[in-house]
């Protein structure tokens, strides 16, 4: 009899921990972009602030994954992008303001956001910063960081832009003043071996984008590899490379449906992969599991979502998630 008690009650243990990992036993697999399956809506609300501008192809999968787990959880959440940081300042104190119950910062630029989080952390609403700016979060109270260590995702695209025989890159920075990006052309300038060169180009204009790169191309014929940090840049600089008769090769960071297109066609060498639905995903699941549970995650560390590379070789499967608008 004993036996068979114990029996019952390790098939109810083993029962309740197939239906996954949080505290009300939502399932931890994120779905798909747009997916419904939400659980009943509760009152906790987050906002996630990015500097991301709108219809950005990067940024909308971060919105994709911040929206699908809000569904998840059954939790509102309102995203919000601006390339100003004083704009995106004025939309952190509206959260706060609001009262929400939590807030997702990208921190391009740190320092001109210190004031607001300061705000936020001193209404007690936690924040988790993402993307960029790891550096500051822990000082400045955020509860973890999530994204990818920058240089170290900039030393692993040197080490295969090396190796693809470049010997004088041309790292194109897109944002003037974003942290990240230029710890992106440290990392690479560290393990190339060879000369790194900035170009600073406006993202929002792509079309001068092509013309300065196609021009830097045109004249100094020692340019043989192009590195940009933003995929809408990367399709830029293709054509740059097409206009100007180069032979140069070409790597970028971050993911599109063109990005991935032009990978299989053998125009890309590769993308270094932040996985950035996992920014938006994250986040949201952090910050409900510390409202709920209170749970934080990292031990004061980043947690990390990269990077990660897609090449010609999966870049086959990594296109058919793009289509979904998760990757």
């Known amino acids: 009899m004993k036996r068979t008690l114990i029996a019952i009650a390790l098939a109810g243990a083993l029962a309740g921990c197939s239906g996954g990992g949080g505290a009300a036993g939502e399932s931890a697999s994120p779905p798909a972009a747009g997916s419904s399956a939400a659980q009943p809506a509760t009152a906790e609300k987050y906002a996630v602030i990015t500097h991301g501008a709108v219809g950005d192809s990067f940024w909308d999968v971060v919105k994709n994954g911040a929206e699908a787990a809000g569904k998840q959880y059954g939790v509102t959440v309102t995203y919000q992008g601006d390339g100003d940081p004083g704009k995106q300042s004025q939309l952190i104190d509206q959260a706060v303001s609001e009262k929400v119950d939590g807030v997702v910062v990208s921190m391009a630029n740190p320092d001109a956001l210190k004031e607001a989080i300061g705000k936020a952390v001193a209404a ?34 040197g080490e295969q832009l090396k190796a693809a025989g470049v010997t004088k890159l041309l790292c194109v920075i897109h944002e003037a003043g974003n942290v990240g990006l230029d710890q992106r052309c440290k990392g690479a300038e560290a393990t190339l071996g060879g000369t790194v060169e900035r170009l600073q180009v406006d993202v929002s204009n792509l079309a001068d984008v092509t013309s300065k790169v196609t021009a830097k191309l045109q004249s100094d014929k020692a340019v043989n590899g192009v590195l940009a940090l933003n995929p809408a840049v990367a399709v830029a600089a293709r054509d740059s490379i097409k206009d100007s008769g180069s032979a140069a090769k070409l790597a970028t960071f971050d993911l599109s449906g063109d990005v991935v297109g032009a990978i299989k066609a053998g125009e890309i060498l590769f993308a270094v992969d932040q996985q950035q639905y996992l920014q938006g995903w994250l986040p949201i699941t952090f910050l409900h599991l510390y409202k709920t549970n209170l749970n934080t995650v990292g031990g004061g560390l980043p947690v990390n979502t990269g990077p990660g590379f897609v090449t010609k070789d999966n870049a086959e499967q990594v296109a058919k998630l793009a289509e979904s608008g998760t990757r």
């Open 124 to 157: 007690k609403i936690p924040v988790v910063t993402i993307n960029s700016g790891a550096d500051s979060a822990k000082a400045f109270g955020a509860i973890t960081h999530v994204g990818q260590s920058e240089e170290v995702a900039g030393r692993g695209a």
